[in-house]
């Protein structure tokens, strides 16, 4: 071909030519484009996934917004459902045509951080410490947004799917459903606890059902959108408060009779919520931050009890891996997980950069987009 198809926009309903795909390409702040993008060859240890579900994610939003720096030409998305298109030499245990996704985070399996068991924060082969690189599809390496992609690290992150599961059923486990889980997992959540969820979004609502997986007694839900804080019901919120209608903390404090929720976890990444949290909390209770901030946050002293109130701050980013995955997806097997719910709307690749504005711009009550193929 004369045209280097690297830069040329995609057309809506053509195929792309052979050799070629499909991708939702970074190209600067603000500014999506779907391309012509060369379909990537499988070396040594290496292994090409045809994407047949993807999704967008709020920290895609962040890379647009340019709170997350990445490099332009960068393809994004890091949530998926996939097909084997062709595998490296050297992979073993699994074929073309196996249906297959892996977490978000790919860990290396590896380095410093894998063999401490924080697979999130890996550094990879190289371990570069200023760089952690647990997070790389869409990130460091070209991500999901497109009809083929190269899955980091397969040995460690290739999870097959069963038979009988849907995309959609197992599509939201590889960020949201991992990273909303895991904060509960952080937030220590014993049986009978009392646990205060503010920021109803994927996250959040992912937080509410691993909250009930841990056992909490009581589980409010904290939002000022009514259409989500009756999907919180829907995945196991026992009481929603919209803020803009109560005063949440009063209401909080009167519900636990003055003594404070046992875990608070902030879904959201503001400095309110973040305060909130420590507000209503019991003294020896923990506050579970799995919001991306973009901005500082405060502790003010009278909320953290002085630093005498024997709290707990804890963060999560999604944890990664292969046994990550199957674990979730056996709570999808066995129905004790169902985030379907969550899918509000679909797209096809042709129309990711509408779904992209849709999500940014949370409108039609969207909360999760599926982008088919």
């Not at 803009?244 to 909080?252: F, G, L, N």
């Not at 019991?282 to 009278?302: A, D, F, L, Q």
Request: glycine fraction near 12%.
């Amino acid at each position: 071909m004369s045209v280097n198809l690297d830069t040329v926009l995609a057309q809506k309903g053509v195929p792309a030519p052979e050799g070629y795909m499909k991708a939702a390409v970074f190209r600067g702040i603000g500014k999506l484009q779907l391309e012509y993008k060369p379909i990537p060859k499988a070396g040594p240890g290496e292994v090409v996934i045809r994407t047949t579900a993807t999704t967008i994610c709020g920290t895609d939003i962040h890379i647009l917004h340019g709170e997350h720096p990445v490099e332009i030409g960068r393809v994004l998305g890091h949530e998926h459902v996939g097909v084997v298109h062709e595998i490296g030499e050297g992979v073993k245990g699994v074929k073309v045509g196996d249906r297959v996704m892996c977490g978000s985070c790919t860990p290396c399996g590896n380095c410093y951080y894998c063999q401490k068991n924080l697979p999130a924060q890996c550094v990879g082969p190289e371990g570069n410490f200023s760089k952690p690189g647990g997070w790389r599809l869409g990130n460091t390496v070209d991500g999901t947004h497109a009809e083929y992609f190269k899955m980091p690290f397969p040995t460690y992150n290739l999870t097959k799917i069963p038979d009988g599961l849907s995309d959609e059923e197992v599509l939201l486990v590889a960020d949201i459903g991992s990273t909303g889980i895991a904060a509960a997992e952080k937030a220590n959540i014993q049986i009978g606890d009392i646990v205060v969820v503010f920021a109803c979004g994927p996250v959040g609502l992912c937080a509410i059902a691993g909250a009930r997986l841990k056992g909490a007694s009581l589980i409010i839900g904290v939002d000022g959108n009514p259409a989500r804080l009756e999907l919180a019901r829907k995945m196991g919120a026992d009481i929603t408060l919209n803020f803009k209608e109560t005063d949440v903390i009063a209401e909080i404090m009167r519900v636990t009779n003055g003594r404070g929720a046992d875990a608070a976890i902030e879904a959201l990444g503001s400095e309110q919520t973040f305060q909130n949290c420590l507000k209503v909390i019991r003294r020896g209770g923990t506050v579970s931050s799995v919001g991306i901030y973009s901005g500082h946050i405060e502790i003010p002293i009278e909320s953290f009890a002085g630093g005498m109130g024997d709290h707990h701050i804890v963060t999560t980013l999604c944890p990664g891996g292969r046994e990550r995955m199957a674990q979730l997806i056996n709570l999808v097997k066995t129905n004790r997980l169902n985030l379907t719910p969550m899918v509000t709307h679909r797209f096809h690749i042709d129309e990711i950069v509408e779904a992209y504005d849709l999500f940014e711009h949370a409108g039609d009550g969207i909360i999760k987009a599926m982008i088919t193929f």
